[in-house]
């Protein structure tokens, strides 16, 4: 379950109650990001993190996130496009710029250019949305080395709680009850 020796069992919970002081801060920070008012609905910005923990290699995070874009009902039909492949092949096209901009962020983040900003806002886009965009990726990016880093794996039992938790208290809900203590 981790890679940390002197706590082999321990699971993602238990390190964020081990780092409350770091791990509550930064879920108020997600719940802004993934709740808070934006074009993208919460499902859409939750299959948008499952995207990036893909191309990260972090599997419980692709799977939690998808199980919650899932609970907050984004149908597979939808959700599989943007977590996996092209959007517009099911009638998403109006996300092909956005999972673009967010690739390349993900990938290569210098390598972003105005062109792929401007192709987000003439599909119709706005300013917000690029930055919420890229706020998602960034803020994966950072989740997806924790996990990793600590070595926690895709179990299915705790992936759907966490997508089910998800789409119950948001991410408000954590932070919450690390505040608690």
């Known amino acids: 379950m981790s890679y940390l020796p002197d706590q082999p069992r321990a699971t993602l919970l238990d390190r964020f109650d081990a780092r409350s002081e770091a791990a509550a801060p930064l879920h108020r920070f997600a719940h802004a990001v993934m709740r808070g008012p934006s074009a993208f609905s919460p499902a859409l910005r939750e299959a948008i993190a499952a995207r990036v923990s893909h191309a990260n290699g972090c599997a419980f995070c692709r799977d939690a996130h998808a199980a919650a874009a899932h609970n907050l009902g984004l149908a597979a039909a939808e959700l599989d ?101």
């Open 81 to 181: 496009p943007v977590v996996y492949g092209a959007p517009d092949a099911q009638g998403l096209a109006a996300l092909t710029p956005v999972l673009a901009y967010v690739d390349t962020l993900n990938r290569e983040p210098a390598a972003v250019a105005r062109e792929q900003v401007d192709a987000m806002l003439g599909a119709g886009w706005s300013q917000t949305d690029v930055e919420t965009a890229a706020l998602v990726c960034g803020f994966f990016n950072m989740m997806n080395r924790w996990v990793e880093g600590l070595g926690f794996g895709p179990d299915a039992k705790t992936v759907a709680a966490a997508g089910r938790m998800l789409a119950d208290t948001g991410y408000a809900g954590l932070a919450e009850r690390l505040d608690a203590g």
